[in-house]
């Protein structure tokens, strides 16, 4: 089992939807959580960023953490073409404090 | 002026060429980290640095090096450059529990 996991994608949804990415970790002692937002040749950039159970909203952006079953979501509402990227989840994982990355899931938002 | 910055931005070299990529950051971070990226494969730790005197192998290092000059640079070396070395490389900085930032990466293409 992957430390961290997330769909390839790519998920397609139209201009004006809610798009929703997961991502689930192996190590139930991790404590911080993030999501970035890669473009084709770019570096990643970070968007959210939660450490608690429950919704963190910063905008059009939110993330959702459930610790007891080791997922941590990203939801985008209205999403936009420029929003066409691919969102890497990370976790840093307890003890040793390593940070890892899932492969990402790649958005595409339909005009 | 950039956060974290890397040298050089792309860079053509020849099989068994020996190669350095720089990396330097005004944060104030302890933590440095050196990453590959291929197409599909998401990001992949070479070595990590979480102090001057703390070196560590990440999950890909067979190939290559490193030297932390100072808390601010953090340089990577392919002592026999080979061409599945060809990859997007990123440096990036953090301090112990949160996000990481991540410089402008290297194109490097060896053939």
């Known amino acids: 089992q992957k430390e961290v996991e997330q769909n390839s994608g790519p998920l397609s949804v139209p201009e004006g939807a809610i798009a929703s990415l997961n991502c689930t970790y192996s190590?139930?002692?991790?404590?911080?959580f993030f999501w970035y937002r890669q473009y084709s040749g770019k570096s990643p950039e970070l968007i959210m960023s939660?450490?608690?159970?429950g919704d963190k909203e910063d905008g059009r952006f939110t993330a959702q953490l459930n610790k007891a079953s080791q997922y941590v979501s990203l939801l985008i509402r209205d999403s936009q073409p420029s929003d066409s990227a691919t969102y890497l989840c990370?976790?840093?994982?307890?003890?040793?404090?390593?940070?890892?990355f899932g492969t990402g899931t790649r958005l595409k938002v339909l005009a | 002026d950039a956060d974290v910055t890397q040298t050089p931005r792309n860079r053509i070299t020849k099989t068994g060429k020996r190669i350095m990529l720089e990396c330097s950051q005004t944060?104030?971070?302890?933590?440095m980290y050196w990453y590959r990226q291929d197409p599909g494969l998401g990001l992949r730790l070479i070595y990590y640095?979480?102090?001057?005197?703390?070196?560590n192998k990440g999950e890909i290092s067979d190939g290559y090096s490193v030297s932390r000059q100072a808390q601010a640079k953090f340089s990577l070396s392919l002592e026999s450059a080979i061409p599945n070395q060809t990859a997007l490389y990123f440096c990036?900085?953090?301090?112990?529990?949160?996000?990481?930032?991540f410089g402008p990466g290297t194109r490097l293409t060896v053939t």
């Open positions: 190590d139930r002692g991790s404590q911080s």
């Open positions: 990036a900085t953090s301090d112990t529990v949160n996000e990481q930032y």
């Open positions: 944060k104030g971070h302890d933590r």
């Open positions: 640095s979480f102090d001057v005197k703390d070196i």
């Open positions: 990370a976790v840093i994982t307890s003890g040793t404090y390593k940070y890892i």
């Open positions: 939660i450490y608690s159970n």
